[in-house]
């Protein structure tokens, strides 16, 4: 079936950008979703990218789409400390229901 | 967007016990799924609430386990029974909001964190 792969743990400096690095199987992929999960919290949709678009920005999220390497990325640019999250890739394609990847927890330190 | 709770946020249970986990939906929709949270895990789609008949169960997931109710458009309950500590995790509610443009956006509800000792 299909599967997608994240690194379980990033850890980064208050200012500096992270990126999150994620990487999938399914090659009829369509949509492409970043959620975020806040302690306590449910998965909140963070951004989302088509399969037939390369980058996607918003303010300070950049998502990039290697389509051919099934390679998808978040990079967050002046992360805050606020921003420390567990953050879920997820892919859908012809399921209706999306495939998630183990979530990378991002630790932000002064 | 929609708007999920569920209750109770968090419990601890005794084994060989069961605890009936409700999803409530601000709207009317029409797909609403259980997942399960385990620690360094991905979400797990355990399974799809179908308004009217038997929910759908995924590989490795069986009704007498997790039996789930749908009565209405905004309702749902996952019961996990007979639980023993491997059923420790946390348990969400999500709905197909079919709209905006992402391709059918999933919403959450904030997770039922389940400790069964």
């Known amino acids: 079936g299909e599967d997608v792969e994240q690194s379980l743990f990033l850890s980064v400096r208050e200012g500096d950008s992270s990126v999150i690095n994620c990487t999938y199987t399914d090659s009829s992929s369509t949509y492409l979703y970043w959620y975020k999960q806040e302690p306590g919290a449910g998965l909140q949709l963070l951004t989302y990218?088509?399969?037939?678009?390369d980058m996607k920005q918003d303010q300070r999220l950049t998502v990039l789409l290697n389509k051919k390497d099934k390679h998808l990325s978040l990079r967050i640019a002046d992360t805050q400390t606020g921003d420390s999250a567990i953050y879920f890739c997820?892919?859908?394609?012809?399921?209706?229901?999306?495939?998630f990847g183990r979530g990378t927890s991002l630790i932000v330190h002064p | 967007s929609a708007v999920i709770s569920q209750k109770p946020s968090r419990d601890i249970c005794q084994r060989g016990t069961s605890l009936t986990i409700q999803c409530q939906v601000d709207s009317q929709v029409t797909m609403m799924f259980w997942y399960r949270q385990q620690p360094g895990q991905s979400l797990t789609l355990i399974a799809t609430?179908?308004?009217?008949?038997?929910?759908?169960?995924e590989s490795g997931f069986v009704i007498d386990k997790f039996p789930i109710s749908r009565p209405n458009l905004t309702f749902s309950t996952l019961t996990v029974s007979n639980m023993s500590p491997e059923d420790s995790s946390i348990y969400l509610c999500?709905?197909?909001?079919?709209?905006?443009?992402?391709?059918?956006?999933?919403?959450f509800g904030p997770g039922t964190r389940l400790t069964v000792l």
């Open positions: 990218i088509f399969s037939n678009m």
């Open positions: 609430a179908n308004q009217g008949s038997e929910a759908t169960y």
């Open positions: 997820a892919e859908k394609g012809g399921s209706y229901i999306p495939t």
């Open positions: 999500s709905v197909d909001g079919r709209t905006g443009e992402a391709g059918n956006e999933q919403f």
